[in-house]
């Protein structure tokens, strides 16, 4: 027996087989027909698509042969694979001095006729054989050798369409991990987002709510300095007149029939109506400027929004607050009634909360609901704009505030948006789109409450605020 040589680019030749990583895989049905193909145009019991390596051949398909590997000192292969420019067919053998003695002819599967197609990569390397075997010995005519180059340029090109398969395979998996990092990316960058535009909300409803505040305390600060002024002597005022009209009374006793001039003033400024009216009028003077001393002082209480402490608070008194300061949005226009407020205010408790915060929150659904009748009188003719706020322990330790208008709705295709930051349906001009945004936040996040609403169109929509009586 006569070993083959190596080839001469041995090294190369081994490190393109490895990369296409077909040792010891599992069979394949692309392979194993290709082999059964060669077996019926050869004729041979025995076909093989064979793959030397380093010290072996191993077959990635056969027909008519159990083992899966030999040594390479014993494959014809390996003689093959050295003349990769054309085959190698043997026609007997026990003829040939290579392999007269090979224990693979004297021994089984007794090998006579051997047929062997190089299986040369696009680079020019000689992996293995597509090979026809028989036990006897024989000739393969012109067609059959072309027969079978050309399968065996077939098992190059799965060998080549596997390998790119495996790189597709590769790919798609990079590229799945990609897309799965570009959206954990993304998802991140929408929470940054979403971060960043609470915080805009926020600063944004902080520097409102600051100027709100500072103005509203200002003008109450300027009203009552006046207005305690005017009331601090309206008791002396009302004193001095007393003084004044006793005197007149006694005058008017004791000098019944004063000269004519003094008679002619007295029916000129009706001296009885006087005695009668003034009094009144004093007293008109004393409840308007109580009134303003209750307005100033809903106006400072509503004011405070350095708070950032939670405190006990009585929620009435807060929605009494905001009402005096919408009171002017309440009332009959060219347009439209008076809108009717409706209070159905349960016995609850004092509640533990941010009570500027919780002001802002009446204020905003307050006037969308005011918004909202004012729209339905001018759309649907609504005869009687109305509010109902009703409130109640709706659940253990926590109470519920509803405001209910009989306005239009809100439209089924705005109503998964109301909450977002910086949406609304109002004309431009109108509305910021912060107002239930920041409502929102305020009852959910900052005292752990729910905000949500019910509305069908054309009869109205009911804002529930519910908020645990103490966290």
């Not at 002396?236 to 007149?248: A, E, K, P, Q």
């Not at 405001?403 to 909450?419: H, L, M, V």
């Amino acid at each position: 027996m006569k070993q083959a040589p190596l080839p001469t680019n041995e090294y190369q030749r081994l490190k393109a087989l490895e990369r296409y990583q077909i040792l010891d895989t599992d069979p394949e049905s692309a392979f194993d027909d290709l082999t059964a193909l060669v077996a019926y145009i050869c004729g041979t019991p025995i076909a093989l698509v064979s793959l030397v390596d380093e010290h072996r051949q191993w077959f990635k398909s056969r027909v008519g042969l159990e083992a899966i590997e030999t040594s390479r000192e014993l494959a014809f292969c390996a003689h093959a694979i050295c003349q990769p420019d054309k085959m190698l067919i043997v026609p007997n053998a026990l003829e040939d001095e290579r392999f007269a003695t090979n224990p693979l002819v004297i021994g089984a599967p007794n090998i006579r006729f051997y047929a062997g197609a190089p299986l040369i990569t696009p680079d020019g390397f000689a992996l293995g054989t597509l090979c026809a075997i028989d036990h006897e010995p024989r000739e393969l005519n012109a067609e059959k050798i072309a027969a079978l180059q050309a399968l065996s340029r077939q098992v190059i090109s799965q060998l080549e369409l596997r390998i790119n398969i495996t790189k597709l395979k590769k790919n798609i998996s990079k590229r799945v991990q990609v897309e799965q990092n570009l959206r954990g990316t993304n998802q991140r960058l929408t929470q940054v987002l979403n971060k960043l535009r609470q915080t805009q909300v926020q600063l944004i409803q902080s520097e409102k709510m600051s100027s709100l505040g500072h103005l509203v305390a200002g003008i109450a600060h300027e009203i009552n300095n006046p207005v305690n002024f005017i009331y601090a002597n309206l008791s002396h005022l009302n004193s001095y007149v007393n003084d004044l009209l006793n005197l007149l009374t006694l005058y008017q006793k004791h000098y019944p029939n004063p000269n004519a001039e003094i008679q002619s003033q007295a029916q000129i400024v009706d001296v009885n109506f006087l005695l009668e009216d003034l009094p009144k009028i004093l007293s008109s003077m004393k409840i308007g400027t109580e009134r303003i001393q209750e307005i100033v002082l809903s106006l400072r209480n509503f004011s405070r929004l350095g708070e950032s402490e939670k405190k006990l608070v009585d929620l009435h008194e807060k929605i009494e607050n905001t009402l005096l300061i919408l009171r002017h949005r309440l009332k009959a226009t060219a347009k439209r009634p008076d809108i009717l407020i409706i209070k159905e205010y349960g016995d609850i408790p004092q509640v533990e909360c941010y009570a500027a915060q919780l002001n802002q929150v009446f204020m905003n659904i307050l006037s969308n609901a005011i918004d909202a009748v004012e729209e339905s009188v001018i759309k649907t003719q609504n005869p009687q704009p109305k509010i109902r706020i009703r409130t109640e322990i709706y659940r253990p330790n926590y109470v519920v505030m509803k405001i209910a208008d009989n306005g239009a709705g809100i439209p089924e295709a705005i109503q998964a948006r109301i909450f977002d930051p910086f949406f609304t349906s109002k004309p431009v001009g109108k509305g910021t789109g912060l107002g239930l945004s920041i409502s929102y936040q305020i009852v959910v996040n900052k005292h752990g409450g729910t905000l949500k609403y019910k509305t069908k169109p054309d009869n109205g929509t009911e804002f529930w605020i519910e908020i645990p009586i103490k966290k």
